[in-house]
């Protein structure tokens, strides 16, 4: 339900599955899969949760490499422009 909540745009999924994915809950632990997931959380949120969610991205990107954080920001951007393609 996680994966189908982010897949949707819902920004508390996305930081969901990025949690997920940075922990290895349910999935292979996975910086860059976090890093994207929370990315695009951060993207999508307001209030109280979007400061939340930047924190969190900023404090995973200083667990990864720069090839890492350069690819996760990669696949954020795919994501993205799937994701709005579909909403056209």
Not at 30 to 49: F, I, M, P, Q
Not at 64 to 81: I, N, S, V, Y
Request: overall charge negative.
């Amino acid at each position: 339900w996680t994966r189908l909540a982010a897949n949707q745009g819902n920004a508390p999924g996305q930081f969901n599955l990025g949690a997920m994915y940075f922990t290895g809950q349910g999935v292979p632990q996975d910086y860059v899969e976090a890093h994207k997931w929370v990315t695009l959380a951060a993207s999508r949120a307001a209030g109280d949760n979007l400061k939340e969610f930047a924190e969190s991205r900023d404090t995973l990107a200083k667990e990864m490499t720069p090839a890492q954080l350069a690819e996760a920001q990669r696949l954020a951007m795919e994501w993205h422009a799937a994701f709005d393609a579909r909403q056209e």
